[in-house]
């Protein structure tokens, strides 16, 4: 685990501690002592504990101008014993949308289990967003994960689409991700009625 970095190559245009609007702003990375684990594997001192105990991330883009953020994720998603959702929808969600983000993109390659509970965080983020013409997407869950998030209805409050899951994120820019996601959502809403 300790070898999983948080994705880099856009850091040449965005850096979550050198951004003012980030909750993460002027946070200090001790490269050579690893602090943080997931269970008792240590974890690379690049990702951001966010309050979980199994479930951390980066920020890995920002776009204030575009209310657009890639949150990339690590860890166990587990809102059965430790309300993730919480941590998540509170600690940097809520943040980000004080300073104009209301579409998330969760990129969960590295998500390794998902445990659900209630839904109500779900529900409340979704709720906020979409009120803003926002949205949430999560992005290339492992096949059991997507299956439980499926199986607790979260599909409900975030778009986890097949078509979505396997998109090759790390080759695009911050910018064509965006649009592609924009085009897809706007095309499947069309769909709909």
Do not use: C
């Amino acid at each position: 685990m300790h070898d999983i970095e948080p994705f880099f190559i856009w850091r040449d245009e965005y850096i979550s501690e050198e951004d003012p609007h980030s909750p993460f702003y002027r946070r200090v990375y001790d490269e050579f002592s690893y602090h943080n684990a997931i269970y008792n594997y240590y974890i690379h001192p690049q990702w951001d504990d966010f309050g979980s105990a199994t479930l951390y991330l980066k920020i890995i883009w920002a776009d204030y101008k575009a209310k657009f953020a890639i949150i990339e994720l690590l860890g166990e998603w587990n809102d059965a014993l430790y309300n993730d959702i919480m941590f998540l929808k509170r600690n940097i969600a809520e943040h980000l949308m004080s300073e104009g983000i209301i579409k998330f993109l969760l990129i969960s390659d590295n998500v390794l289990n998902f445990h659900a509970d209630e839904t109500d965080y779900y529900e409340e983020w979704f709720e906020e967003v979409i009120e803003e013409k926002g949205w949430i997407v999560n992005i290339n869950l492992l096949d059991h994960v997507r299956k439980e998030f499926k199986k607790y209805k979260i599909d409900r409050y975030m778009e986890i689409d097949e078509k979505l899951n396997k998109l090759e994120w790390r080759i695009m820019k911050p910018s064509f991700i965006f649009e592609f996601i924009e085009k897809y959502l706007s095309e499947k809403q069309k769909n709909l009625y």
